[in-house]
Nanobody, 125 residues
Framework: QVQLVESGGGSVQAGGSLRLSCVPSGIFVSRFCMGWFRQASGQKREGVAAIDSRGETIVRDSVEDRITVSKDNDKNALYLWMINVKPEDAGMFYC???????????????????WGKGTLVNISS
């Protein structure tokens, strides 16, 4: 079975930084487009960033200056680094995997093959 397990969420001070992790089982990050989605209460799930099998990244324009997506093929792990976090960054963050790679071209959820259950990020003062 394929599972994507996120971690690293919690309460983060505004202006601070955080790192989210996604550790899949049953697939390899080296062979998938891997990405992160954020969903705030009452909002649609939106793509934040993704990294393809070659290591090329795509990041949402609104957070491009503050977010880095990366992966470690040896550890089979996906990461999301964020600095200078803002209240609007809060929400449930989901890890996603797309074998066909469409996610890494448009940050859209259609075509995503696997989803994690999410890790919650709260921004505090």
């Amino acid at each position: 079975q394929v599972q994507l397990v996120e971690s690293g969420g919690g309460s983060v001070q505004a202006g601070g930084s955080l790192r989210l992790s996604c550790v899949p089982s049953g697939i390899f990050v080296s062979r998938f487009c891997m990405g992160w989605f954020r969903q705030a209460s009452g909002q649609k799930r939106e793509g934040v960033a993704a990294i393809d099998s070659r290591g090329e990244t795509i990041v949402r324009d609104s957070v491009e200056d503050r977010i880095t997506v990366s992966k470690d093929n040896d550890k089979n792990a996906l990461y999301l680094w964020m600095i200078n976090v803002k209240p609007e960054d809060a929400g449930m963050f989901y890890c996603a995997a797309d074998l066909a790679g469409e996610l890494c071209g448009d940050l859209h959820s259609d075509g995503v093959d696997y989803w994690g259950k999410g890790t919650l990020v709260n921004i505090s003062s």
